[in-house]
């Protein structure tokens, strides 16, 4: 089964194009060019299911037309339209260095801050504004951070842990009880 701490959101598909079932698709993370893993993996009805990508084209830096195994028609690629874009994480890493991942990477990992201790487990990101944020689990409640680069010291893809030094003051304002 396909967990969603195993993937990363790479992009979104977006409209049919034409009648024999090529779909339009912007990302943010190219790791599927040159990956092992042929698939683009979306989730529908709350199941991550893969897609294996027949052929794809590129029309600008950031978007491209695919077409996917045994989706023939533009009524069969219609489902995943504005669908999120995944990719399994273990195929990101092989191509990327530490500097190139994406947020949506840290999904699932245990934020350790510098002062502060173990806070919780990354649970999501919102980036439905210009400062993007994790969305992390405590053991009582769920709380906002910044994903900001200047606050992450490492982190351990093994242990799947995020060390981070948080500005003092941040950890108060989102809860009092860490």
Known sequence: ????????????????????????FTFTDRSFE???????????DGIFVPFRIENYRLISDAAGMVCLKNLHSDNQVCLLSRKDIYFPKKHLAAHHSNSAYTWDYF???????????????IAGVDDSTLNTLFIVETKTQEILIPAAD??????????????VALPDGLMEMACDDL
Not at 6 to 17: C, R, S, V, Y
Not at 107 to 121: C, L, N
């Open 150 to 163: 200047e606050m992450i010291v490492s982190f351990d893809e093994r242990k799947k842990e995020l060390s």
């Open 107 to 121: 999904i699932g990992f245990t934020v350790i801050d510098k002062y502060h201790g173990q806070i919780g487990r």
């Open 34 to 44: 040159n990956s092992e893993c042929p698939f683009f993996i979306c989730e529908i």
């Open 1 to 24: 089964m396909i967990k969603r701490e195993d993937l990363a959101k790479i992009g979104q598909f977006g409209k049919p194009h034409g009648v024999k079932g090529e779909i339009t």
